[in-house]
């Protein structure tokens, strides 16, 4: 953590006799900051109120140096207890009263020591390893008999995320979905983030990669040479998508068509409704999509220039999909944890044109990641936007559009 | 009828320093502090009215003579004091066998948390101040809300030659509060003003505070205080108090006065 906290209590008369705006000023003063966690006011003025305070300072020394400026005015540091933990009862089970995680930096307390939870990700479990000391998110499915899984609430704490340093359009830490506001200037902060994380990339940052997750709508709508370029470019670091964006690539590429619909023309081709099925046993039928690309049978489009870059591909199945195309995940929890191996380093999501690969995505993602949601359906930004204190940005726009813009605002030039 | 607890000054001296007052030095001379005392004394039976309760003085405890630090009483309830400086702290059995001895409930509080009675905890019929920071813990005053079930509204005394609030802030039977307000930080002050309304607020001239002006008795109309403090008289009188200013010098060489050296026991 880059943040020292500490959970204080101030109890009595404290509202009257302004001993909580005394306090609270202080820690003001001195370089920290607060989250009133609590406050009951007493019903009568012979009744005392109650404060519940977390104090955070940005070194130990400096929360050490506010609490001890507090303590006269009766602020007390709350008791502290270890987390409790219980073994996993089976595999695939938690115990019960399993604590749920949020997306939010996570710490837990062991042998009186505040440690951070390794891997946050929203709605896992904790476990716990007592001789190293350390804890880690772990879903569901891959607990297994006799872990140790941290439940109930009490030596558990979450640390609300720190205002970002740039001033852009995730500074405000607020989820914003507009359908009406101007887009070019989220757009254009989008793309400063891009290229300061392509910098720290090249500079071998190990934190700055740049997450696609994107539907088909890509293809139809038009906004495929753009993101290729993007590729290309070294924009993008990793790709989540399921079969129909790689099928609909690779037809383009294969019969200028996708779904049947000649992309420069924009009508039905004869037989084209065929063509990403042909597509799809034409890969199938080589045997992966990088044999696909290597051996020249797809020459451009995205798949062929997550290939040549190296870009990480997670292909993710649904029951929907026709082939599949070699390389798509049919098991959705080993999609799941292929996603979620994929996840560190990521330092900014770009959630395009697809319901399905946004939410699992959204629901991978620490808070701290920005993340941009477009979709022409508002209801999928606001649904990401929901999941709270979050650095999501939504456009309510179509995919092509944007991510043309994008490109452009990078620097391609058609 | 008002009762105050006292103590006789038989070995009443300064032999040891824990506030701005005290120097082992400034020798007490000794028999101008008993008729110094009984001239107080005299002034409350007589011209006053209270009934005195005397504790016996104890060798070794010069300051059990400042009764007004031997805890606080409400009805038949007595909340014993923990003081802050071990060299009080010895006194606080005495007073707690005194309180015990004429029946009263007596509660007493954790060691850890300081409060020095009376000396920090006055107020009014309805609400209540304590002072904390120089010897009294803040957090001693919502254990006591609870006992007493009054509302106590904490005051920071930040000037430590106003080191127990009864130096500095003296409510008055009328509703009138004497006070001298740079004894308290901004807050403070703010507090004083929401809780006690204009025209209510007398303030106490810096000279005659150093005094201890506010280290003043109120029983009915009749109010007692040291000598030396004619602008707090006359705004006193101009109230239709009745003054009875005293010489008590000796005690200021302690850091007490005519409140320090009782204890309101109704």
């Given at each position: 953590m880059t943040t020292a906290q500490e959970t204080i209590v101030l109890r009595g008369h404290i509202i009257d006799s302004l001993i909580l705006a005394k306090v609270l000023d202080l820690i003001l003063m001195m370089g920290g900051s607060f989250d009133l966690d609590q406050v009951e006011i007493g019903r009568t003025r012979e009744d005392p109120s109650h404060a519940r305070i977390i104090v955070r300072a940005p070194t130990l020394a400096t929360l050490n140096h506010i609490l001890r400026a507090i303590q006269p005015h009766g602020a007390v540091v709350e008791r502290e207890y270890d987390c409790v933990v219980q073994p996993a009862p089976a595999d695939g089970v938690f115990p019960?009263?399993?604590?749920?995680?949020?997306?939010?930096p996570t710490e837990v307390r062991l042998n009186d020591t505040w440690i951070d939870v390794q891997r946050v990700e929203m709605d896992l479990g904790i476990t716990v390893d007592l001789q190293r000391m350390t804890a880690r998110t772990v879903p569901m499915a891959d607990v297994r008999k006799g872990d140790l899984?941290?439940?109930?609430?009490?030596?558990?704490?979450?640390?609300?995320?720190?205002?970002?340093?740039?001033?852009?359009?995730?500074?405000?830490m607020e989820s914003t979905v507009s359908a009406e506001r101007p887009h070019s200037h989220v757009i254009a902060d989008v793309a400063r983030r891009m290229r300061l994380l392509r910098d720290d990339r090249r500079a071998g940052s190990g934190q700055a990669k740049v997450l696609l997750a994107g539907g088909p709508a890509i293809i139809h709508a038009g906004g495929r040479d753009a993101l290729t370029w993007l590729v290309e470019e070294g924009f993008i670091h990793v790709l989540f998508c399921g079969n129909a964006l790689a099928a609909h690539d690779m037809e383009a590429d294969l019969y200028g068509t996708s779904l049947g619909y000649a992309l420069t023309v924009g009508h039905a081709v004869p037989h084209g409704h065929a063509h990403h099925l042909r597509t799809i046993n034409r890969i199938r039928a080589i045997g992966s999509i990088r044999n696909a690309v290597e051996s020249g049978v797809i020459k451009r489009g995205i798949m062929a220039a997550c290939i040549r870059a190296g870009v990480h591909v997670v292909m993710a199945g649904t029951i929907r999909d026709d082939g599949p195309l070699p390389g798509v995940i049919t098991d959705s929890m080993q999609a799941q944890a292929a996603m979620r191996e994929a996840i560190p380093g990521v330092g900014l999501a770009l959630l395009v044109a697809s319901t399905l690969h946004a939410v699992a995505t959204g629901n991978l993602l620490p808070a701290a990641v920005p993340t941009v949601c477009v979709d022409i359906n508002a209801s999928v930004p606001t649904k990401l936007a929901d999941r709270g204190s979050f650095q999501a940005v939504g456009l309510v726009m179509d995919a092509a559009s944007f991510l043309n813009e994008l490109a452009r605002q990078l620097g391609r030039s058609l | 009828m008002s009762r105050l607890l006292v103590c006789p000054p038989d070995y009443f001296d300064i032999e040891y320093e824990i506030n701005p007052w005290m120097r082992r030095s400034n020798t007490v001379d000794h028999v101008s502090a008993v008729t110094q005392w009984h001239g107080l004394m005299h002034v409350l039976e007589r011209e006053v009215g209270a009934v005195l309760e005397r504790m016996r003085p104890v060798p070794g405890l010069p300051d059990l003579v400042f009764t007004a630090n031997a805890g606080v009483v409400v009805g038949r309830r007595a909340v014993v004091s923990r003081f802050r400086y071990p060299e009080r702290q010895r006194e606080e059995a005495y007073f707690e066998d005194w309180f015990r001895s004429v029946g009263y409930d007596v509660v007493t509080l954790e060691p850890e948390f300081f409060f020095e009675g009376a000396g920090d905890l006055l107020g009014f019929s309805d609400c209540w101040f304590g002072g904390y920071r120089q010897r009294s813990d803040i957090r001693v005053f919502p254990l006591l809300s609870d006992v007493f079930t009054r509302e106590i509204i904490p005051l920071e005394l930040v000037d430590g030659r106003f080191y127990h609030l009864d130096t500095c802030f003296c409510p008055l039977s009328g509703g009138e509060l004497l006070y001298f307000p740079a004894a308290f930080d901004t807050d403070g002050q703010e507090v004083i003003m929401e809780r006690v309304p204009d025209g209510s607020r007398l303030v106490v001239p810096e000279n005659e505070a150093l005094r201890f002006a506010c280290n003043a008795v109120c029983v009915g109309k009749h109010v007692v205080l040291p000598a030396g403090c004619p602008e707090t008289e006359r705004q006193l009188q101009s109230r239709g108090y009745l003054i009875h200013s005293l010489p008590l010098d000796e005690f200021m060489k302690s850091g007490g006065s005519a409140k320090c050296l009782t204890l309101a026991l109704d």
């Open positions: 019960d009263e399993f604590y749920s995680t949020t997306h939010l899984i941290v439940t109930g609430q009490a030596g558990v704490r979450v640390v609300p995320m720190q205002r970002p340093r740039e001033r852009d359009v995730f500074a405000f | -």
